[in-house]
T-cell receptor, first 110, second 113 residues
Framework: SQQGEEDPQALSIQEGENATMNCSYK?????LQWYRQNSGRGLVHLIL?????REKHSGRLRVTLDTSKKSSSLLITASRAADTASYFC??????????FGSGTRLLVRP | NAGVTQTPKFQVLKTGQSMTLQCAQD?????MSWYRQDPGMGLRLIHY???????DQGEVPNGYNVSRSTTEDFPLRLLSAAPSQTSVYFC????????????FGPGTRLTVT
C-alpha cells in the first residue's frame, strides 16, 4: 500500500500562476521529500522536510508540513512552462524505507 | 560522476523468460533500491540494500531477486517473467537510508508479452 497520496491528481495552470499540490500520509514519519519527474525520465529530488520542521523554502518552492494532520503541501510560485512534470511526495518512517505517493501531474500552459 | 546508470533502457521478454536489470552508481552510496512504476500507481519499492551483502524486501518483492556483492552494483533479477511485471523500473541510491535525497537512474522500460 502507498503511504502518501497527492491531491489533486492533475493540475493545469497558466504560466506565472502559483501551483499548490498536497500530500497526505497515514503513519508517523521521520522525513518527507518531494520529487519531480519529467515525462519519460527518472525522479529528481526537490526538497526534504524533517518531521520537526514546519516550513522550508528552496528558490520558488515552498513546502509545509503539518504532522498533526499528516499532510504536506508543495507550492511552486511564478510557474514556468518548464515546471510541467509529475510531482511526488515520499515519506520515510522508522523503518527508513522511502514510500512514494501516486503523484500530481502539473501542466503549465505558456 | 555518471551518477546512477541502468541498462538496458528498453527490453521485451516473453512470459517465462528470465533476465537481469543492471544498476550501478559511482557515488559510494551505501543505500540502493529498486522501484517499479505503473501508470497511476506512483513508485513501489521492490527490494533495497543498506550495504554490500545486505538486502531486504520492499512492498512488492515477489518474482524478483537481488544481490549486492559490491557497493557499486545492485542487479535486479526477474526469475520467470509475467505480463504483470510489465512496468518501468527505477534504481536509486543515497548515502544512507533515511533523511537523504535519493538519486535515480533513467529507468528501464520492460514489456512482457
Amino acid at each position: 500500500s502507498q503511504q502518501g497520496e497527492e491531491d489533486p491528481q492533475a493540475l493545469s495552470i497558466q504560466e506565472g500562476e502559483n501551483a499548490t499540490m498536497n500530500c497526505s500520509y497515514k503513519t508517523s514519519i521521520n522525513n518527507l521529500q518531494w520529487y519531480r519527474q519529467n515525462s519519460g525520465r527518472g525522479l529528481v529530488h526537490l526538497i526534504l522536510i524533517r518531521s520537526n520542521e514546519r516550513e522550508k523554502h528552496s528558490g520558488r518552492l515552498r513546502v509545509t508540513l503539518d504532522t498533526s494532520k499528516k499532510s504536506s503541501s508543495l507550492l511552486i510560485t511564478a510557474s514556468r512552462a518548464a515546471d510541467t512534470a509529475s510531482y511526488f511526495c515520499a515519506t520515510d518512517d522508522s523503518s527508513y524505507k522511502l514510500i512514494f505517493g501516486s503523484g500530481t501531474r502539473l501542466l503549465v500552459r505558456p | 560522476n555518471a551518477g546512477v546508470t541502468q541498462t538496458p533502457k528498453f527490453q521485451v521478454l516473453k512470459t517465462g523468460q528470465s533476465m537481469t536489470l543492471q544498476c550501478a552508481q559511482d557515488m559510494n552510496h551505501e543505500y540502493m533500491s529498486w522501484y517499479r512504476q505503473d501508470p497511476g500507481m506512483g513508485l513501489r519499492l521492490i527490494h533495497y540494500s543498506v550495504g554490500a551483502g545486505i538486502t531486504d524486501q520492499g512492498e512488492v518483492p515477489n518474482g524478483y531477486n537481488v544481490s549486492r556483492s559490491t557497493t557499486e552494483d545492485f542487479p535486479l533479477r526477474l526469475l520467470s517473467a509475467a505480463p504483470s511485471q510489465t512496468s518501468v523500473y527505477f534504481c536509486a541510491s543515497s548515502h544512507r537510508q533515511g533523511g537523504n535525497e535519493q538519486y535515480f537512474g533513467p529507468g528501464t522500460r520492460l514489456t512482457v508479452t
